[in-house]
């Protein structure tokens, strides 16, 4: 059996191939992390922008139809659920990686970078002015937004039923006046007079309305609520 004899030059020149693609692959590797971190970067600087813009660049046949809603469909969600629908700058919770993901896959499909971001959220999720489930949306044009990503847990089955009697004031009447009654109705009998009368119960129920009518009228005014249509796109706590 012949042994061939190791060429020491050889060697050096093999060697040295193998690191220079080792040093390639890695150069390759942080290059691109520095793109990702880049376009993370800048994603996250348009998620904190103020600035607004109308529409975005997108190639519409690339659009999912079910993501794409206008302005009108949001306006009856936020009122419906009480909800806010303010431009991304104003929110103060975290946004997901999942999010993140999205518009980086959106923004290389769509060849765009992607801007004017608008989230629909509880007010209680923003970072409001003075005066439980976000969606993060993109404007498409014409008062149509796509919506990139949903997170967080859904909003509570009776919310609702809970934000109806801030719709209006008709609504809110319709409440306190019911609920004027039922308490009316616990009150028990003789406990003002030992003749019991409808005139007695009625008297009864314009106090309880006018007890409860000033404890809403004070809590709005103490506390600046406004009905749902009044704030739904307002940036003010106290709007």
């Known amino acids: 059996m012949v042994f061939r004899s190791t060429g020491i030059e050889q060697k050096l020149h093999q060697t040295r191939g193998r690191q220079a693609n080792e040093a390639q692959i890695l150069a390759e ?109 993109a404007p498409i044009g014409n008062d149509y937004f796509y919506l990139i990503h949903k997170w967080g847990n859904d909003l509570h089955p009776f919310r609702k039923l809970m934000a109806w009697p801030f719709k209006n004031i008709v609504n809110l009447t319709f409440v306190v006046f019911v609920l004027s009654y039922l308490v009316t109705l616990m009150v028990p009998n003789g406990l003002f007079s030992k003749n019991n009368s409808a005139a007695e119960f009625w008297i009864i129920f314009f106090f309880m309305f006018k007890c409860m009518a000033s404890v809403v009228i004070f809590y709005g005014f103490a506390l600046g609520k406004n009905f749902n249509p009044a704030i739904w796109n307002s940036k003010y706590f106290n709007a």
């Open 29 to 137: 590797v942080e290059r691109l992390l520095k793109q990702e971190s880049l376009k993370e970067g800048n994603i996250s600087k348009q998620l904190a922008s103020k600035t607004t813009i109308d529409r975005n660049d997108f190639v519409f046949d690339l659009l999912e139809t079910d993501h794409i809603f206008h302005l009108d469909q949001i306006k009856k969600i936020c009122i419906d659920y009480r909800l806010r629908f303010l431009d991304s700058s104003f929110f103060k919770g975290e946004i997901p990686e999942a999010a993140i993901s999205k518009i980086k896959e959106l923004e290389v499909a769509h060849d765009t970078e992607i801007k004017g971001y608008k989230i629909m959220a509880p007010s209680k999720l923003f970072k409001l002015e003075d005066r439980d489930d976000p969606l993060l949306f």
